[in-house]
């Protein structure tokens, strides 16, 4: 059936790594029109970013000083159209409900009135809409939005959040009563979440399949001076004796963390600071998708080094599946289910399971077994699930139209 989606984001469009729902847009741009509303940019963004603009956030469209719409022409050939609307007052830090509710219905106004002012040009009538992790504008803009079908999309517990520690929970309850259906990435965040709403369904983060299998190398053909890698942030997620115990246990190997270090959080600073003093531990930042691919190349090991608590559990990681389609083993600790990839990544208990499992993978691995992982990862790709959420979202098309 022919009708549009209008994603309401939280990741912006702009940015180096990857982000599920860019990814599932980006998919589903290839099957029917797609409006990505873009992050919500305060105004202290804005001015920040007048002067210092790292993460290249779009100021003279925010300010409409350009057009607000863009086309954007994909990878994959489809088109996507990517709306940048007006700053919002900064009110995540509010406590006081009654102030936060108000600032928020103000902002929301504004919002609305860009996005039905675009949906207008567009002349889109028959739609969708997608509330991706940003529960106060799925409230805010719920109205503006009737009598459309509005689903929520989770990928992460957003009590966990640092942005959203004041209101997130409580934001993401009511708006889970309110949306017609419910979209999450993991099977726990499944099982956190069904209370909230009935009509709850899985489509799990996928890969980049064409780009991380750029980084398979037989490990025949590899060097031989070992190399265990993780890519991914540094964080509060950690399990930092298990990368104290690597560097211990293997004084030849190297150890490479690729990704942002979270150090302005004082637990995570006083974690990394003596990493960094292991000569064979060895931290290279943040690097663009691309940028990755050289350094999954050296590796011999992926690792996912993740404590076990209420926000990993309800985390399907991307970098298994990135870790798969370079052909690369993978260690990972019991953070959540990952029964699904059967005998392909190692699950460990304990840390000395753990060292166990990379002791294992390090003397015994094979150029057979890369086979078996990439096979695993193509049949993850993002292209597969772009496909899912297009089924799904036709399913609930056809099954709210009949009901209403």
Same mark, same amino acid.
């Given at each position: ?51 210092? *603009? ?31 609307? &007006? ?19 103000? *902002? ?22 997608? *509330?991706?992790? *940003? ?5 805010? /803009? ?28 409580? /934001? ?6 309110m949306a017609h259906y419910v979209i999450v990435s993991s099977e726990g965040l499944q099982n956190s979440k069904k209370l909230l709403n009935n009509n709850i ?22 060097? &031989? ?6 890519? !991914? ?51 290279? !930042? ?15 090991? !992926? ?89 799904? /979202? ?11």
């Open positions: 059936m022919k009708f549009d989606v209008v994603c309401v984001a939280f990741p912006a469009w702009e940015g180096d790594y990857v982000k599920s729902t860019i990814q599932l847009m980006s998919e589903l741009a290839a099957h029917r029109r797609v409006l990505y509303v873009d992050y919500q940019y305060t105004i202290k963004d804005v001015v920040q970013a007048i002067f210092k *603009n790292p993460f290249g956030i779009p100021v003279a469209r925010i300010l409409g000083l350009k057009k607000r719409l863009r086309s954007i022409v994909l990878e994959n050939g489809a088109t996507i159209y990517v709306l940048s609307t &007006p700053p919002v007052i900064p009110i995540n830090f509010i406590k006081k409900l009654s102030l936060f509710d108000k600032l928020l219905r103000f *902002n929301s106004f504004w919002q609305a009135k860009t996005i039905q002012t675009t949906l207008h040009e567009l002349k889109s009538k028959e739609y969708m809409v997608i *509330n991706a992790f *940003n529960p106060s504008y799925g409230i805010g /803009l719920y109205e503006s939005f009737k009598p459309h079908i509005q689903t929520y999309y989770c990928y992460d517990e957003i009590g966990a959040s640092h942005w959203a520690k004041e209101h997130g929970p409580r /934001l993401e309850a009511q708006y889970m009563k369904y899985t489509i799990k983060n996928g890969v980049d399949f064409e780009l991380f299998h750029k980084a398979f190398i037989p490990l025949s053909q590899k060097n &031989p001076k070992k190399k265990i890698g993780y890519i !991914g942030t540094i964080d509060q997620r950690i399990d930092y004796d298990i990368l104290k115990r690597l560097a211990l246990e293997f004084p030849d190997t190297e150890i490479i963390i690729v990704g942002r270090v979270l150090d302005d959080m004082s637990d995570v600073k006083i974690q990394t600071d003596p990493l960094k003093e292991i000569p064979n531990i060895k931290f290279e !930042g943040a690097k663009s998708p691309s940028a990755l691919m050289e350094y999954l190349k050296e590796f011999h090991i !992926g690792i996912i080094p993740f404590i076990k608590n209420e926000q990993t559990a309800a985390i399907y990681p991307m970098k298994i599946n990135e870790y798969l389609a370079a052909g690369l083993g993978v260690v990972a600790t019991d953070f959540a289910p990952l029964t699904e990839f059967g005998k392909a990544i190692h699950v460990s208990e304990n840390v000395e399971n753990f060292i166990h499992a990379v002791r294992d993978l390090l003397e015994n691995d094979s150029d057979d077994i890369q086979q078996v992982r990439v096979e695993i990862a193509q049949q993850n790709s993002w292209k597969q699930r772009g496909l899912q959420l297009d089924a799904l /979202l036709e399913q609930f098309y056809k099954g709210y139209t009949k009901t209403s």
